[in-house]
């Protein structure tokens, strides 16, 4: 259908020929080739019957082609469909899908047709729907299509977690050569005597073909045109990009200097199409490779929002642009690119993969769809039959080359599979007649004795779970309750309206609405307002049945107004006056209390309370002897009797796991994986599905005279011995679930040998493992060790967690400066001083969301105070970005990294982690599966999570335990069958 076609040999553009003399400096001369393309070069008719012209060559491709010669979906694949009886409708947005009781899909969407415009302000809330009786195909690429799983899963359509996760930009890097020694003529304009040529004519192709080399180091060069229209915003951006460079090369070589210097007054005089011309002497590249596919899409306030990584810091990425910088050495072009500068580089991509990705496992938990592009119903392996998605979503990785033949094959090869397991059959024999303006469709509906639906009257899908009459709601009878503290929150209170309603058929509702007030407000008037006028409410029947649920909003002209409303119902008195007073100032106070947090009174540890009933205790409890002769504690747990149903029972012989916490301080009273606080708890969540959990508690948690000489990598030790205790005892090897300096020393045990690869079945490492990239304010905490030094003169040698009013002076004073200790968001404000110093000791260690009242007022049962040496080492090796030995030595080399070949490791990071930046797995994960290749590596971004709360936030349960479960049984399934054979 596609019908790709190479730029004709008697049409050689200077761009094309220029591109080829780099290949041969680059050292690829037999990978240079002009690429096929969905282009005409001649006239006639296309597979679909459309006309088609001759390309006019004038570089116009990327930005829109007018002249009637590009193969577009228009022209081929809805040309055809149309042809064979296909009714299509233009100007339909589609918002959502929902499985349809008894079989098919209804879609919902908004209509954009001629005079719509008028409602524009009610699109979302006016959808038309139509139904589809039996299939329901998805082709809106990788934006499009994964914006209507998310919306759809918003409106109850149950699906994979991993929904929008793990997109790719197809490893794109967009890069300039600018104002070089040659005239390439790579600008898009119409013109008959000097055209520029298509946007793309020929590729340098260094893609591995032998199977001893990483695929992932394969990547594709291709040529390009500046788009007309953006010649200004270029030749500034490039200007300003290159003026460094510039600068400092007129010390070396003046002559060239003046000869660009010129050439760049002659654009911006005489206009980009100026020969010789700063402009015209750039060349346009778009490299093609493997990134990390860690891209995330996410709905916020209904619209789609896109994150990714900082591939532009990634070593990969940096090894292109030294390749072009050496490259622009011979042309004499200075480099521009099209990474935004500062902290975050974000990738630059024309090649927008996955969304909705074919899972690596059969089950939602390894994608969202199956290998037929159906969406999985859920986390196993039931799918909604005839949901398919057909287009660049399904893609799971980075192709390493333009994406549209891949793309194309596997949305024919889906279509045609379900049609031959439906019994149906395509006519792939009969062509289609010559098609233009006039013609009709081969295959008519009519034709077939079919109603025309297009005569029919029209109607919009609105739905309502229950239709209530149009008067008002009579409240019978209600209260308010004002500022309760919300269990389910951290530091937060609410304003809860619990009203009785009635309509006028006699049905009885009730009403309950909450504005929630918390530390998101400090210090802005305008989300003060927003906070005490929004209420979210939720209206139910008596028997507890759902009826409708949204959010209120008062404008400012409806407070006005409701202020005039109030009237005394008693006769008038002076204490009315009082009262009302009273409630004023006692309102103003409260929000007051959110609105300064920082001064208000700190809140000092206390009894242990809201501890979440009767929490499964250690099955058994040992002090083990490490190979330095000390001591630590090693809990166990044993399955549970009681699981969910079809998961795996106690006695299904399943591998243990090992839980290695992170610095929590001598004396914490509870395991971090065992919390009591949490409605589920990590060793609750996989003893209930049959594995044996051992909870380790490193040197660093035990006797003070140990802890206070230990250090991360004497830890190491500590963690060799539990793992061959544990091997002494299981059959099957242990899964290690590892977090922050856990993971660290974990980490130091396998890079120096300590500990062999050999003896585990896999890694969960959530924050940091290898490479240590500091959060943003622990960086400067770290530039200089004189702020632990400092306490050291002053305090001593040990940081304490636990305070209260009669602690030392210096303590109090301490607890008073920590309360102004800078987060990243106002809603991490919070007066316990508990929370203040696990801050200051290790920098933030949650989003304070992901936290309820049980676990943020109970810090102090599961930290406790720690040592200076401790935490000098980790701001060592933090502010190193590597792992340390105890004599500051890199365990990062080459002979080390062997040792963690064929360990499968799966990453874990917050996207809010202000402890060790996200960066931190990315470099681990992006340094192995280009090592050894990407089978044996995964990387888990928890949306909304900070650094600890993926291990115990209130939701992580349901978040974040479900993608360590799924990679547990992952290892599990293929140790089987051995990971050598890969």
């Known amino acids: 259908m596609l019908q790709p076609s190479t730029c004709p ?55 829109g082609l007018n002249d009637g010669s590009k193969s577009s979906v ?70 499009g299509t994964t914006e209507v799983l998310l919306r759809s899963k918003q409106h109850g359509l149950h699906m ?67 788009p007309e229209m953006f010649n200004p915003v270029i030749q500034i ?68 929002c896109l994150k990714g990584p ?78 398919v998605c057909c287009d660049a979503s399904t893609i ?24 031959e397991r439906s019994g149906l059959s395509i006519d792939l024999e009969t062509n289609n007649q010559p098609l233009n303006a006039y013609s009709k469709p081969s295959v008519s509906w009519d034709s077939q004795g079919q109603q025309d639906t297009k005569k029919g009257p029209q109607s919009i899908g609105w739905q309502f779970t229950e239709i209530m009459h149009g008067a008002a709601l009579k409240i019978v009878d209600g209260t308010v309750d004002f500022f309760t503290p919300l269990e389910d929150n951290a530091e937060s209170s609410a304003i809860s309206y619990h009203l009785k309603l009635l309509s006028v058929e006699g049905i009885q509702y009730h009403f309950e609405g909450h504005k929630l007030i918390d530390s998101n407000i400090a210090f802005s008037a305008r989300k003060t307002w927003q906070a005490t006028t929004t209420v979210n409410v939720n209206i139910t029947r008596l028997d507890g049945t759902n009826v409708g649920a949204g959010a209120l909003h008062i404008s400012l002209l409806d407070f006005k107004n409701q202020m005039r409303t109030f009237r005394p119902t008693k006769v008038f008195q002076i204490s009315l006056i009082l009262t009302l007073m009273w409630f004023l100032f006692s309102f103003v106070y409260h929000i007051s209390l959110f609105f300064f947090r920082p001064f208000v009174h700190m809140r000092f540890p206390q009894i242990p309370t809201n501890v979440t009933g009767s929490k499964q205790p250690p099955s058994t409890s040992c002090n083990i002897t490490t190979s330095d002769g000390v001591q630590v504690r090693l809990d166990t747990y044993d399955p549970l009797p009681i699981q969910k149903a079809g998961e795996p029972g106690p006695n299904s012989n399943l591998p243990p796991v090992m839980l290695l916490p992170g610095v929590t301080g001598v004396g914490a009273m509870h395991n971090l994986f065992a919390l009591p606080f949490l409605r589920c708890n990590m060793v609750e969540y996989l003893t209930q599905r049959g594995h044996r959990c051992y909870a380790l508690t490193p040197r660093w948690g035990s006797h003070p005279t140990v802890a206070q000489k230990s250090t991360v990598f004497d830890c190491r030790l500590d963690v060799a011995a539990a793992i061959a205790y544990i091997r002494d005892r299981e059959r099957q090897k242990p899964y290690v679930v590892a977090h922050c300096q856990g993971s660290v020393a974990l980490c130091m045990g396998l890079l120096d040998g300590t500990i062999q690869s050999s003896q585990l079945l896999g890694v969960t490492a959530n924050s940091v493992f290898m490479n240590q990239v500091f959060g ?72 304070h969301e992901n936290l309820d009242m049980g676990l943020h007022d109970n810090i102090h049962q599961f930290f406790a105070g720690t040592h200076t040496k401790l935490m ?13 030995d105890n004599d500051s030595c890199p365990l990062l080399t080459a002979d080390n990294l062997q040792r963690l070949q064929g360990l499968p490791i799966l990453f874990i990071s917050g996207t809010e982690n202000q402890v060790f930046s996200p960066e931190s797995t990315l470099k681990d994960y992006e340094l192995l599966r280009r090592k050894f290749g990407e089978r044996l590596y995964r990387r888990f971004l928890a949306e909304g999570y900070g650094h600890l709360d993926p291990i115990m936030g209130k939701r992580a349960a349901e978040d974040v335990y479900w993608r360590i479960f799924a990679h547990l049984g992952w290892c599990t399934k293929d140790e089987r069958y051995g990971f050598a054979s890969e």
């Open 237 to 304: 951006m490039l200007t300003l990009q290159t003026m460094k460079s510039q600068a400092l090369c007129c010390l070396w070589s003046p002559r060239r200097e003046a000869r660009k210097t010129i050439a760049s007054l002659k654009s911006l005089l005489f206009g980009p199409y100026a020969y010789n011309g700063s402009l015209q002497r750039t060349s346009t590249y778009l490299v093609m490779s493997h990134d990390s596919n860690e891209i995330t899409l996410t709905l916020k306030n209904d619209q789609l």
């Open 9 to 63: 040999d008697d049409s050689t553009p200077s761009k094309l020929e220029h591109l080829r003399e780099e290949s041969r400096w680059l050292g690829e001369k037999n990978s240079f080739y002009r690429v096929p393309l969905t282009i005409f070069f001649h006239n006639g008719r296309n597979r679909a019957g459309v006309p088609m012209q001759a390309n006019k060559q004038s570089g116009h491709e990327c930005t």
């Open 396 to 419: 799971p990785t980075a192709l390493g080359v333009n994406p549209l033949a891949t793309i194309s094959a596997l949305s024919e090869r889906s279509v045609n599979l379900i049609t």
């Open 74 to 143: 228009a022209t081929t694949y809805l040309a055809d469909a149309w042809n064979w009886g296909a009714e299509i409708f233009c100007g339909c947005e589609v918002q959502f899908v929902e499985k349809t009781d008894g079989g098919g899909y209804t879609i919902h969407f908004v209509w954009h047709g001629s005079g719509r415009s008028v409602f524009a302000d009610h699109f979302k809330e006016q959808l038309f729907w139509v139904k589809a009786k039996e299939f329901c195909f998805l082709g809106a690429g990788a934006l």
């Open 160 to 226: 994979s977690p991993l929904a929008g996760r793990n997109l790719s930009g197809n490893g794109d890097f967009l890069v300039f050569g600018y104002n070089g020694g040659a005239n390439i003529n790579g600008i898009a304009r119409e013109s008959s005597h000097a055209p520029p040529g298509t946007t793309v004519t020929a590729v340098i192709d260094n893609r591995v073909v032998d199977s001893l080399s990483n695929p992932l180091s394969g990547y594709v060069i291709q040529d390009g045109c500046i």
């Open 872 to 884: 000098k080492q980790v701001v060592r090796c933090g502010t190193r970005g590597v792992c340390l």
């Open 310 to 387: 900082a591939e532009g810091r990634s070593e990969h990425f940096k090894w292109i642009k030294k390749m072009f910088k050496e490259l622009f050495a011979r042309t004499g072009a200075n480099m521009g690119f099209s990474y935004h500068y500062g902290r975050h580089q974000e990738e630059a991509t024309v090649h927008l993969l996955g969304g909705a990705n074919m899972s690596n496992d059969g089950t939602g938990y390894g994608g969202v769809t199956n290998h037929l592009g159906e969406v999985f119903s859920g986390s196993n392996s039931e799918v909604y039959d005839g949901l």
């Open 776 to 847: 943003y304010w622990n960086s400067l905490k770290g530039i200089t060790p004189l702020l632990i030094q400092l306490y050291e003169l002053l305090a001593g040698n040990y940081f304490p967690i636990v305070t209260s009013v009669k602690s030392v002076l210096f303590q109090r004073l301490l607890d008073t400066l920590l309360r102004f200790y800078p987060v990243g968001h106002s809603k991490d404000l919070c007066t316990s001083t508990a929370c203040h110093r696990t801050s200051f000791a290790f920098g933030l260690l949650w989003n």
